[in-house]
């Protein structure tokens, strides 16, 4: 392969990398649930703490999936406020 098409080979990959970056991001801003442990991290609590909150309703806004919790992000950011 030539040097000039190297560059532009380079260029398209680039430009490729830049657009899944930017369609990973808009994937995340379209689904704004997180799992349990995700939330746990994100919080410095226990996993089954999270659990717990979300059974007895100290945190609201989630979704149970079997035996598992998807919670909205909002209720981390308002978790992080009150906590």
């Known amino acids: 392969m030539r040097e000039r098409d190297l560059r532009i080979l380079k ?4 430009n ?6 930017q ?3 808009w994937l995340d801003h379209l689904n704004p649930w997180i799992s349990a442990d995700e939330f746990a991290e994100r919080a410095h609590i226990s ?8 059974s007895n309703g100290r945190i609201q806004q989630t979704r149970r999936l079997g035996r598992f919790y998807l ?3 909002d ?3 308002k978790f992080k406020d009150h906590d």
């Open 11 to 14: 260029k398209i990959t680039l």
């Open 75 to 77: 209720e981390l950011k």
């Open 47 to 54: 996993r089954k703490t999270v659990g717990n909150y979300c």
């Open 16 to 21: 490729m990398r830049h657009d899944c970056d």
């Open 23 to 25: 369609i990973l991001n």
């Open 71 to 73: 919670i909205h992000e």
